[in-house]
C-alpha cells in the first residue's frame, strides 16, 4: 500500500517568502520614520509638563506669599527640595526656573525661552515650544516655535 504525502513543497514554501517580501518592502516605507513623531510626542509630554508646573509654582507662591524682592537678588521657591527661581510669581524662562520646576533640566534645553529636547538635529528647528515668562500682573504664555500650532505634530519635528 502506497502512503500519499501532505504538506507544503519547497517550491510553494519559496513562493510564500518572495510574496511576503514583496509586501514587505512596500510596508516598510510607511512605517519606517517614527522618529518625528517620537520627538513631537516627547514635546508635547513636557509642554504638558510645563504648563502644570507653572500652576503649582504660581500656586504655592500664593500660598507662602512671597512677594517681589523678599529673597533677596532672585526670588525662588522651594518645591520638592528644588529652588525654582521666579518672577511675577510665576517660573522664569530659564532652567533654574519653569525646567526645574517641570523636572526637565536632564532631558531639555531652554534658549531664549525656546524649549527643545536635548539631542534634537541642529535641522530640526521647529520642534519644540516656547515659554515666555510672566510679565507684571499677568500669566506666562505658551507658543510654539515659528508661530505653529500647539501640540506640536511629527511634521514640526521632521
Known sequence: MKKQQSGFTMIELIMVIVILGILAAFALPKFADFGSDARAASINGALGSAKS???????????????????GAADYITLEGKQI???NGYPTADAAGILAAAGLENDFNITSGT???????ASITT???????A?????????????????????NCQ
Do not use: D, R
Not at 504660581?58 to 524682592?69: C, E, I, N, W
Open 53 to 71: 508646573a507653572s500652576a503649582i509654582v504660581h500656586s504655592a507662591v500664593l500660598a507662602k506669599g512671597v512677594t517681589a524682592g523678599t529673597s
Open 85 to 87: 527661581t521666579v518672577a
Open 115 to 121: 524649549v527643545v529636547q536635548k539631542g534634537t538635529p
Open 127 to 133: 520642534c519644540g515650544f516656547v515659554y515666555t515668562a
Open 135 to 155: 510679565a507684571a500682573n499677568g500669566a506666562p504664555s505658551f507658543s510654539a516655535v515659528s508661530g505653529g500650532a500647539l501640540p506640536v505634530t511629527g511634521a
